[in-house]
């Protein structure tokens, strides 16, 4: 074991970083490892090396989490991505990151982010995202940095931490947003063929300069979601938020014929809300179809005067954005679908942009007197085929990342297979990886996996099946 250890204050319950690299394994076991189910889980998330307890959550050095599985064994490792961040901190070195912060023309700016939102497979490549910087490649299995990429000088600008693979063709479609201006209303859309070329790249301008953290891939069509947790660069010149909530300018999607150009997009309204992630897209008999996490309010922003836009953690909900293309009012509907509030919505990948019926988020719970609210409290399975649940809760104060399906096969259904997350264990401040059926979650996991320390609560991770 190979440690690198590096000094730290002590932070909240598993919101704050941990200050160590390790590799362990194998990890003790519960229940049976799923034969078949070989490869690795990787987590991204924030993972300061500088602990500011006033920073954004956003904010902070990208750590990867590894997880990998093979002959009954699960073997674990962690490391930093790499950055020019990461680096000045480690040299104790200032470099001004920009989240929430007015641009400094004085502090030099790093160029490659933080990689701290999430990590993807794409063309025999592993890359670790945020968005508004270009992707890092880091390597599968040993995580070391191997630098930013511009698809050799094909990308410039930022680039979303929620690019789509299209299971069908294998094209990789990404968009970003304050580009090449930053805290803009400047956007750009791009694809980037099965072998890692990029074929198209155009950029447009959005209604409004707002923060963009997802958005929406079916077969024929692109949406772009404008809502108003708006970005003003004279806002943060002046001492105020870069990012507020302002609910005057109403939410806007653009919608794009997928094989037209941003010169056809065609500016939807509805009502003003706040998503950060999408279940999945797709279209039927003339209309588009989108389910999203939709907040009435933003969490961890505030007005544009600096004062809280809510005063308690708003809650949010599994809807259904509908786009009826015959309406020539160009006004789309929002339909709440479930009664419990939970973010992180994951599906079976190799239904994206299609009609589907699986899904996943992280709910919460309700809290018992003397309690905690705890936001990500247990894992959720919707069937839209029969409007059926299913759901896990965790003991308090236990808390479980996003769930990412694996299938159980190339050729199983749609849903079989499992649900893998990382859970916090309050009572001994550790974390396991945890494995569900994806279709029995109520039945607790298959088998649990434990670590001697915790995984901090981070963002978004995926799976890597093993290579040949």
Known sequence: MNDVTLPRNAPPPNMGPIDFETELGPLPLRGTLPEGLRGTLVRNGPNPVVSDPKAHWFAGDGMLHSFTLADGQVHYRN??????????????????????????????????????????????????????????????????????????????????????????????????????????????????????????????????????????????????????????????????????????????????????????????????????????????????????????TPPLFPKPDGSPASETTPPSWLARWQFDLSDPTREFTQTRLEDISGEFPRIDDRFAGLPYRHGWYVCRAEAQPGEPQRLYAGLRHVDHATAGHDMYLFPAPDVVSEGVFVPRSPDAEEGDGWLLATVWRGATNTSDLVIFDARALAKGPVCTASLPHRVPVGFHGNWFGERA
């Open 79 to 296: 490391r930093w991505v790499r950055t020019e961040l990461w680096r000045a901190a480690t040299e104790g070195r200032d470099l001004a990151s920009g989240f929430q912060k007015a641009p400094s023309s004085h502090a030099p700016q790093p160029t490659d982010g933080t990689a701290n939102t999430n990590v993807i497979g794409h063309a025999g490549h592993m890359l670790a995202l945020e968005e508004a910087h270009l992707p890092i490649e880091v390597d599968l299995p040993t995580l070391a940095t191997l630098g930013a990429t511009d698809f050799d000088g094909a990308l410039q600008g930022s680039f979303t931490a929620h690019p789509k693979t299209d299971p069908r063709t294998g094209e990789l479609l990404f968009f970003g947003y304050g580009t090449p201006a930053r805290l803009s209303s400047g956007m750009s859309f791009g694809v980037i063929s099965p072998e890692g070329r990029v074929t198209r790249l155009e950029h447009f301008e959005a209604p409004y300069a707002s923060m963009v953290h997802d958005f929406m891939v079916t077969e024929r069509y692109v949406m772009f979601p404008i809502m108003p947790l708006t970005a003003s660069m004279e806002r943060a010149q002046s001492g105020r938020p870069p990012y507020a909530w302002e609910p005057e300018y109403g939410t806007r999607v653009g919608v794009m014929p997928r094989h037209g150009s941003t010169a056809d997009i065609v500016w939807w309204r509805g009502a003003s809300c706040y998503m950060f992630h999408v279940m999945n897209a797709w279209e039927a008999d003339g209309r588009l179809f989108a389910d999203v996490i939709q907040f009435a």
